[in-house]
């Protein structure tokens, strides 16, 4: 099998007055055509920038640094720019955030679900305006019918008597059906890879498990890839397949959502679903959350980012060495020195660990 999108050893970092922000320090993973990839992990571990640095709309004082963002545009009436490999890869790092090859898969072959559903439209026009804009800059299709396709679209996501919603501006939509509109806004084109941040957030919970279930039946019906960004594992155990942990910018864990829940390798990942009500384990009681809190992105830990917190913590280890992301077992990976010992640096040699 042949990856959708390929991540590999992504760093944006944020150049601050007061100091650099690895935001994103050494990212990879995969996804694959039709997969549901969930990225989870607190407030500021980086899964939003990760999200972002895919679309190429990190701007400054952030910026990729480092690494390779390989997609394969699945459309073939998409002209392929210059940097395609052999195997129809495109390096988005490498692409011009503004050029024509990266506005042209921005929509068309990778959307966005905003974290903040208000920044999906724009407040001066009507839902159907933007949406017939979104579908007549990818596709050569006339007014008439892109009114048509809009039309079909949020009749798709559930929107009730859509001819009349095309005229309402977003504004004036429930939270609800305002979520919706955005999914279709985002789908507008059937893009091959959607990166949804995190959002059902601004939405009651009811209408959380709708939105859930929608997007699980589009992906399903458009065999399209979901990069599921969220802090919640119980959403990452309703719709994706694999989830990557992330902590202070790095994968801490990945592999099959059902073997993370089961055994989760990491005691960041152990810690995390200590703290939810368990789907996989029902009898397993509530704990409460994660002891301690996540340090200042100025004031990384040395050693393992997640010593300060560990219950696992090693000491002359976990401070003093940095653990890769490695493999534990046939499935998942961890970045844990539990799996594996350090590897030794020239002037730690000799001494006792
Ligand atoms: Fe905990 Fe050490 Fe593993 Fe880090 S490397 S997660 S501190 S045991
Ligand atoms: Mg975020």
Redesign the pocket.
């Known amino acids: 099998d042949v990856p959708l999108l390929s991540v590999r050893d992504l760093k944006t970092y944020y150049f601050l007055d007061e100091g650099t922000v690895r935001a994103v320090d050494g990212v990879s993973f995969d996804i694959y055509p039709g997969q549901v990839v969930g990225v989870v992990g607190e407030s500021g571990c980086g899964k939003s920038v990760t999200g972002r640095s895919i679309l190429r709309i990190v701007g400054p004082p952030g910026r990729i640094v480092d690494g390779q963002i390989l997609f394969r545009p699945q459309k073939t009436s998409l002209p392929l720019p210059e940097r395609a490999t052999d195997d129809g890869f495109v390096d988005l790092a490498a692409l011009d955030p503004r050029g024509k090859a990266m506005r042209s898969l921005r929509g068309a072959e990778i959307a966005l679900i905003p974290q903040e559903p208000m920044a999906a439209f724009s407040p001066v026009h009507t839902i159907g305006f933007q949406l017939v804009e979104a579908i007549r800059l990818h596709q050569p299709v006339d007014e008439a019918t892109a009114r048509q396709m809009a039309i079909q679209r949020l009749r798709e996501v559930g929107v009730p008597s859509p001819e009349q919603r095309m005229d309402a501006y977003s504004w004036e939509l429930s939270g609800g059906l305002r979520q919706r509109a955005v999914i279709a806004m985002a789908l507008a084109c059937n893009p091959s890879l959607l990166i949804a941040d995190e959002p059902t957030t601004a939405i009651d919970v009811t209408t959380q498990a709708q939105v859930i279930h929608l997007l699980r039946a589009l992906q399903r019906e458009h065999n399209m890839a979901i990069l599921f960004i969220t802090h919640d594992l119980g959403i990452i155990a309703q719709i994706a397949s694999y989830v990557v942990v992330m902590y202070l910018g790095q994968v801490?864990e990945r592999g099959p959502v059902e073997a993370v829940f089961r055994q989760p390798q990491?005691?960041?990942t152990q810690a995390l679903l200590r703290s939810i009500p368990s789907i996989f384990a029902p009898s397993r009681t509530l704990l409460p959350t994660i002891e301690g809190s996540i340090p200042h992105p100025f004031n990384r830990p040395p050693?393992?980012?997640?010593?300060p917190r560990?219950?696992?913590?090693?000491p002359g280890?976990?401070?003093r060495?940095t653990?890769t992301l490695q493999p534990v077992n046939e499935r998942q990976w961890?970045?844990?020195?539990?799996?594996h010992p350090p590897v030794m640096e020239p002037e730690h040699q000799g001494q006792a660990l």
């Not at 961890?334 to 799996?339: G, Q, R, W």
């Open positions: 801490v990491h005691p960041y050693g393992c980012p997640f010593h560990c219950p696992a913590f090693m280890t976990c401070d060495h653990p961890a970045s844990c020195f539990l799996y």
